[in-house]
Nanobody, 127 residues
């Protein structure tokens, strides 16, 4: 089985940076794409960024495209989300997700395409 453990959330002032980490525990070799989603208070959970198993395949939601970078280190079974120039509207619980079904190159962006989820890490951006 697989479990995902996020870390790196916290409180930061607007304009600041955070790096979220997501460690894959268990059958990490079975994981293809990984993604980050977020859920702000009173809102639906939304896709933030995704990365395929093969190098060079990424996807970002438009609101973070120029400010965030997703990466993965398969030797460490860990994915990262570097977030820069943070805004108050980035405040949310951030969830890591992973799938065994995407193949090497596809980056899914819908929740139903992911098999495993972390517990979430909170990010608060103060103005």
């Amino acid at each position: 089985q697989v479990s995902l453990v996020e870390s790196g959330g916290g409180i930061v002032q607007a304009g600041g940076s955070l790096r979220l980490s997501c460690e894959v525990r268990g059958r990490a070799f079975s994981i293809f794409a990984m993604g980050w989603f977020r859920q702000a208070p009173g809102k639906e959970r939304e896709f933030v960024a995704g990365i395929a198993r093969s190098p060079g395949y990424f996807d970002y939601t438009d609101s973070v495209k120029d400010r965030c970078t997703i990466s993965r280190d398969d030797a460490k079974n860990t994915a990262y989300l570097q977030m820069n120039s943070l805004k108050p509207e980035d405040t949310a619980i951030y969830y890591c997700a992973a799938t065994t079904r995407s193949g090497l190159f596809h980056v899914p962006s819908s929740e139903e395409h992911f098999d495993f989820w972390g517990q979430g890490t909170p990010v608060t951006v103060s103005s």
